[in-house]
C-alpha cells in the first residue's frame, strides 16, 4: 500500500521560507490528488494547498495564496510545498495526504497520510 514521508519541517522567523518534501512509496497511479494539511493543537485541520497529479491543477487555501507553491516531482515520487513569506500562524503540524481520482477539494476523500511535520514561525 502506498506510503508518504514528510520531512523538511523547523524552525523559521516570520519572513522567512521553508520547503516541505513528501515522498510516496509503493503503488499507485497518476489520477490522484496530493493535498498538504495543517493542524495547530485546538484548532481545525486546514487543507493548504493540493495539485492533482494528472491535470497539474493546483489548489490553495485562501490564507497562503501567493506565499505557498505545492509542486510534484514524479521522477522522485516526491511532492513540495515551498512556503515563504512565513508568518506565526502558519505554526502548526504539517500533513501531506492523497485521494484517488478527482476530488481535490474534498478533505474526506484524503485516504492515506504522512506522520507529520512540524513547523514553527517565531516573530
Known amino acids: 500500500h502506498v506510503q508518504l514521508v514528510e520531512s523538511g519541517g523547523g524552525s523559521a522567523q516570520a519572513g522567512g521560507s521553508l520547503t516541505l518534501s513528501c515522498t510516496a512509496s509503493g503503488p499507485r497511479n497518476r489520477r490522484y490528488c496530493m493535498g498538504w494539511f495543517r493542524q495547530d493543537p485546538g484548532k481545525q485541520r486546514e487543507r493548504v494547498a493540493a495539485?492533482?497529479?494528472?491535470?497539474?491543477?493546483?489548489y490553495y487555501a485562501d490564507s497562503v495564496k501567493g506565499r505557498f507553491t505545492i509542486s510534484t516531482d514524479y521522477t522522485k515520487n516526491t511532492a513540495y510545498l515551498k512556503m515563504n513569506d512565513l508568518k506565526p500562524d502558519d505554526t502548526a503540524k504539517y500533513y501531506c495526504?492523497?485521494?484517488?481520482?478527482?476530488?481535490?477539494?474534498?478533505?474526506?476523500?484524503?485516504?492515506?497520510w504522512g506522520q507529520g511535520t512540524q513547523v514553527s514561525v517565531s516573530s
Open positions: 495539485v492533482h497529479t494528472l491535470s497539474d491543477n493546483t
Open positions: 495526504a492523497t485521494a484517488p481520482g478527482p476530488y481535490c477539494l474534498e478533505p474526506h476523500r484524503y485516504n492515506v
